[in-house]
């Protein structure tokens, strides 16, 4: 019955995904996030030390607190939109095929109580980095700072690849306005915007692939041969391809920013990782790369632009 539940989740998060082609919507976190409660209730009671009940309870308090911004009268085709698609790839990476199984381990109390409220907080922050990209808040941004800090020292956050790959995607969406926002008052209107489009995104393509090249020759199943080269080649094309498309964003009305096609590049280098994830186990090698891409993008245009006002 559990996994049904969370299959039924699973749907409904894509029903989330797609909700902004349409005007109903509305409701579906609360139905997300109540399929998914239920499925982890359902599910054996150690289900919470494995990746399947962790993604549900983390799946259950996101959307919670998604239906309460949309009530609160935020973006709501782009709450539904963002944070389906964040709770479809949460799901599909972390709960297993099989479903949860029963385990011989036993628990203490406080195992389940730590367990539980990692899982609960890493629920928040995901929330909350949205939020953030939707309105940067600073105050909200201390917090989610903080927390992920705690997260990363107490339960050892960054021995769970999936969840690091999902929190620095968020974190780099989440955080992206604050950057934003304090380089667009610096832009005039420049000539050769097209121009420094296309070299910083070229320099930051560059800078994604030499950086993956060097971190994937690490990993012992892959050496420093050909074999690096091919991995580092197709997971900057994927990273670069999910950018190309971002650019399109501003033609299904996201056009609001001084540099719409820029700012398309940089969320679809964003949430690459999230999507890139569900292939492969490698991911983690591209996000200094895109760290780095996104700070050319964002700088790019008081450099290469000309003719803007000097900056008082």
Not at 27 to 46: G, N
Not at 173 to 178: T, Y
Not at 253 to 276: K, N, Q, Y
Not at 295 to 300: K, P, V
Request: contains cysteine; negative net charge; proline residues 4%.
């Amino acid at each position: 019955m559990a996994e049904t539940l969370a299959t039924l989740a699973l749907l409904s998060a894509l029903a989330m995904f797609i909700s902004p082609l349409f005007e109903k919507g509305k409701w579906l976190p609360s139905l997300t996030a109540t399929l998914s409660l239920i499925a982890f209730i359902l599910s054996p009671s150690e289900s919470i030390h494995q990746s399947g009940g962790s993604a549900l309870v983390i799946v259950a308090v996101m959307c919670a607190l998604i239906q309460y911004h949309i009530n609160q009268g935020r973006h709501k085709k782009y709450f539904n939109g963002f944070g389906g698609g964040i709770t479809f790839v949460l799901l599909l990476t972390m709960y297993p095929e099989g479903g949860i199984n029963e385990t011989i381990h036993e628990f203490t109390f406080t195992e389940y109580l730590l367990a539980g409220t990692e899982s609960i907080i890493l629920g928040v922050i995901l929330a909350q980095l949205l939020s953030n990209s939707n309105t940067f808040d600073e105050k909200n941004s201390i917090g989610i700072i903080v927390a992920i800090a705690i997260l990363a020292i107490v339960f050892e956050l960054l021995d769970n690849e999936e969840i690091l790959v999902i929190i620095s995607s968020m974190c780099f969406i989440g955080f992206l306005p604050f950057f934003e926002d304090k380089i667009s008052p610096k832009i005039g209107n420049g000539t050769g915007r097209a121009n420094a489009l296309a070299i910083s995104i070229l320099i930051g393509i560059v800078l994604i692939f030499a950086t993956t090249f060097a971190l994937v020759s690490n990993v012992n199943r892959i050496g420093d041969g050909d074999g690096a080269i091919a991995v580092a080649l197709w997971l900057t094309v994927a990273v670069t391809g999910l950018g190309l498309i971002g650019m399109l964003l501003p033609l299904l009305g996201f056009d609001s920013h001084p540099r719409p096609e820029a700012w398309g590049w940089r969320f679809g280098i964003s949430i690459s990782p999230m999507i890139i994830c569900l292939q492969t186990d490698l991911t983690s090698n591209i996000l200094l790369g895109i760290i780095l891409a996104l700070l050319i993008s964002i700088s790019s245009p008081l450099v290469l632009e000309k003719g803007r006002p000097k900056v008082q």
